[in-house]
């Protein structure tokens, strides 16, 4: 599975957007992007993926550049409830589903 | 409500004492695993299940042990407990992919804390 580099933490005002960048220089053309988020020692959640074209749901969206070795999450309407930790995972879709957690981005939302 | 149970929330016991942490879904899923967290660390996988019946070590599973003999419980054992297994240990499954990409979709228990003394 690719590596991946995301900053340690972020800070973001609530009702603003929040923008979580990732490096993934070394994705392959299989991998996925998967984003899981961690509330304080809640279970990880998952909230979007995406292979090459840009992805959107109720929780978030997902922005891949054309070449694909960086990603960023987009909350559009951060709230207080958005503060955790963010995992950007790089996965291929076959074999043991392992998810492998790096560190991730501690992000918090200010009133 | 579509969940991963898993019980107890928080656990301290001794050395050498057994125990078992249930994980409990009601999705169907054929998927389930265990993942124990540690600071600095991250989370890290020990014991997976593609099935019934069907189960394989993770990457940490020294001192564990699993069963599957039902779809639904995937039961984490530790026979002999020691103070390194200390953690926050979380269950997750994730159902018979429709789409490749589906395959990472995971769903998680809220945690168990466990303290070995």
């Known amino acids: 599975d690719a590596k991946t580099t995301q900053p340690p933490s972020m800070d973001c005002a609530e009702g603003r957007a929040a923008n979580l960048p990732c490096n993934h220089s070394?994705?392959?053309?299989?991998?996925?992007v998967y984003w899981y988020r961690q509330i304080h020692s809640q279970g990880p959640q998952y909230i979007i993926h995406g292979l090459k074209n840009n992805e959107t749901n109720e929780m978030a969206s997902l922005i891949i550049t054309e070449d694909r070795k960086s990603s960023t999450l987009i909350l559009p309407h951060a709230t207080l409830r958005d503060t955790a930790v963010y995992y950007c995972?790089?996965?291929?879709?076959?074999?043991?589903?392992?998810?492998?957690f790096g560190q991730g981005t501690r992000l918090t939302i200010n009133p | 409500e579509a969940q991963v149970t898993q019980n107890p929330r928080y656990l301290i016991t001794v050395t050498g004492k057994k125990l078992t942490v249930t994980c409990s879904q009601n999705?169907?899923?054929?998927?389930m695993s265990w993942y124990r967290q540690d600071p600095g660390l991250g989370l890290r996988q020990i014991y997976y299940?593609?099935?019934?019946?069907?189960?394989d070590k993770g990457d940490v599973p020294e001192g564990y042990k699993v069963s599957r003999k039902e779809k639904r419980n995937f039961p984490l054992i530790l026979e002999s407990p020691s103070p390194n297994q200390t953690s926050l240990y979380f269950c997750a499954s994730s159902n018979r992919p429709t789409t490749l990409s589906s395959l990472n979709i995971q769903y998680f228990g809220a945690g168990t804390r466990l303290s070995v003394l």
């Open positions: 999705m169907n899923h054929e998927y």
């Open positions: 995972i790089v996965r291929v879709t076959q074999g043991a589903q392992k998810l492998v």
């Open positions: 070394t994705i392959s053309g299989n991998e996925y």
């Open positions: 299940s593609m099935n019934v019946e069907v189960t």
